[in-house]
């Protein structure tokens, strides 16, 4: 299956391999026929979409993108959140699926983009100056964050597109948008919610499938406790192929996350 998200691209690759591979063949050289369909086809993969099985336990947030996790880090102060938050990063190189997907039920509060350079996502430096796009989900009933994605442009990737809007309630794995060619995303949970990471640095994950968090939902007027631990020393919540290692049944009763 082909993502709707780069139509516009994959119809225009299929009809210039096409005419090339028709033309090649018209011509009587069929070798070069063979290569340009293979060549098409490669190509393709680059837009792939495929479906994904959504884990269902209550309270854990998955993974926005497919990649391998490049950073996890405390951030004091991130904006939306007006406060402490954790960020796990997320670097897809061109071989992932850039299909991203929402990490959790809720409501989006706002989708901010915020032009930027096009500079190598692999240096830090580039990622904070580079152009992105972030959607703040919130709690569809009490409106307090949940957590946030980051799609930032790249050195190849320079097309972010986003199809969720303001308002809208989404559910944990639903496609939210593409990053054309790769590059990196961030996820972002507010302290408040006390996340205990499941992943770690290195490790490759899926978009939709791969639990990178748990969440404890409390009142997010309550203080922050001092000794409050961002991160789990528990061991990865997916096998060395990416798969989650474990699914819950699924709940009948609808969760904020």
Known sequence: MLSPY???EWLTIIAVGLCVGLSLVLLGYWPGSVLVGIATIAILTFFRDP??????????VVAPSDGKISSIHEVEQFPPFDGPAVCIRIFMSV????????????????ITHQ???????????????????TTLFVHPVKDHPIAAVRQVA??????????????QVVQRGQRMGIIKLGSTTELYLPATLRPEVKVQQGQKVLAGMTILANVTPIDPTESLPPQIKLFSSSAPAVDEDGEPSVFAEDDPTPSSL
């Open 6 to 8: 780069a139509k516009n």
């Open 51 to 60: 479906e994904r099985r959504v884990p269902s336990p209550r309270n854990i």
């Open 95 to 110: 071989f992932d699926v850039h299909v991203n997907r929402c990490p959790c039920h809720g409501k989006v509060a706002s």
């Open 115 to 133: 032009p930027g350079n096009h500079g190598n996502t692999l240096n830090p430096e580039s990622i904070e100056d580079n152009e992105s796009m």
């Open 154 to 167: 790249g050195l190849l990737a320079r097309t972010i597109y986003n199809h969720l809007r303001d308002e």
